[in-house]
């Protein structure tokens, strides 16, 4: 094969714009890309390298020929369509949660799960953003420790929720700040009855929030990260908030490891050499991950990394990674080259 017809399912959405940024940057040998998007969006012309392609509808007969189709158009889109592109001969790679907890779908991170691939058959999930990057971050510490418990508290960008969101935050920041009232129609969920500022404001709201008290975005990281890590028995609990920031989630975590003998400096050196992740803790000179210095980076950036003086084998870390990337699009990027690489980009016969 000289290389892979590919398709984008939400080019005009902010994932989808950088999808085709890893597209460009990638290692995939790419033969040709096809932009898709709603019926509304098409006609639209963006860029790919030196070449400008038109948007086209998404539709079951636009995935004919297609060899990978990297979804992020909602789980509506998903549902509808993944399937299709599928029965086309297209391996799917859905960034929406439509099908993250189907046990035939294996929900991937490379530097954590990826011999799952093997168990595709035409489709794979891309995990949520605030779970991608927590997951990256602890893995190097499992592989050598054990995992008990994690409960994390996540401080989460709006792009998350979309652009109309990113504009929500610059419009109400504007606003507030020259004395004008705004009212807010987007966060901290478009669909739900209440609609609160987020500029000057954290909400403690992402998704909507379930009989026991949870929002759907903890369930999500409670659920998909034992997941991922084939773990039922792993304790995790989350509270995940929205911040008044553009771009890159950042997250406190505490955790409990199984086996003694680990300190923060052992963990340090796990994580100094962990893929890719970027170790970034040295507090005598004030150096910790921030969000303006991880966003529009693949990495996940560590620091804060010190023991729990108050529980054996508990420690805590601070990681923030750009939600846009390794939260979502270059995830979805990286999971393909990892199925080139396998040789996985088919969809096996049953």
């Keep these: 094969?000289?290389?892979?017809?590919?398709?984008i399912v939400g080019a005009t959405g902010a994932v989808g714009g950088r999808m085709i940024k890893m597209l460009e940057e990638t290692s995939l040998p790419i033969k040709s890309v096809k932009l898709l998007a709603s019926s509304r969006s098409a006609g639209k012309v963006l860029r790919f390298k030196d070449k400008d392609l038109q948007v086209q509808e998404a539709k079951p007969s636009a995935f004919e020929g297609i060899d990978l189709a990297l979804f992020s158009a909602g789980g509506g889109v998903s549902k509808q369509l993944a399937p299709e592109a599928v029965k086309r001969g297209a391996v799917v790679i859905d960034n929406t949660s439509a099908f993250r907890m189907d046990p035939a779908v294996p929900l991937v991170v490379p530097e954590v799960n990826p011999a799952d691939l093997y168990q595709h058959h035409g489709l794979i999930a891309n995990p949520n953003c605030s779970t991608i990057q927590m997951v990256v971050a602890l893995e190097p510490l499992r592989k050598k420790f054990g995992l008990k418990k994690v409960?994390?508290?996540?401080?989460?960008?709006?792009?998350g929720a979309g652009n109309r969101a990113i504009q929500e935050l610059n419009d109400e920041t504007a606003a507030i700040l020259a004395g004008k009232d705004y009212t807010p129609q987007v966060?901290?969920?478009s669909g739900d009855q209440k609609h609160y500022q987020i500029?000057?404001?954290p909400l403690a709201q992402i998704d909507v929030f379930e009989e026991n008290g949870y929002t759907h975005e903890e369930w999500k990281m409670i659920h998909e990260t034992k997941k991922i890590m084939a773990n039922e028995d792993l304790q995790v609990t989350a509270t995940c908030v929205r911040v008044p920031v553009a771009v890159a989630h950042s997250e406190s975590v505490w955790f409990e490891l199984e086996k003694d003998g680990a300190t923060a400096a052992k963990?340090?050196?796990?994580?100094?050499?962990?893929?890719g992740v970027v170790l970034e803790d040295d507090p005598a000179h004030q150096v910790f991950p921030q969000a303006v210095n991880a966003a529009g980076k693949k990495e996940?950036?560590?620091?804060?990394?010190?023991?729990?003086?108050?529980?054996?084998?508990a420690f805590h870390l601070y990681c923030v990674s750009d939600n846009l990337l390794k939260g979502a699009a270059w995830n979805s990027v990286q999971i393909a080259e990892y199925l080139d690489q396998m040789d996985l980009v088919r969809v096996p016969q049953k």
Excluded: C, H, W
Excluded at 267 to 275: D, T
Excluded at 300 to 307: C, D, E, L, P, S
């Design 151 to 159: 409960i994390v508290t996540t401080m989460q960008a709006v792009s």
């Design 187 to 189: 966060l901290p969920v």
């Design 1 to 7: 094969m000289t290389g892979y017809n590919i398709a």
């Design 267 to 275: 963990l340090q050196e796990l994580l100094a050499q962990a893929p």
């Design 199 to 201: 500029a000057f404001n």
């Design 300 to 313: 996940t950036f560590v620091g804060r990394v010190r023991a729990d003086e108050e529980q054996k084998n």
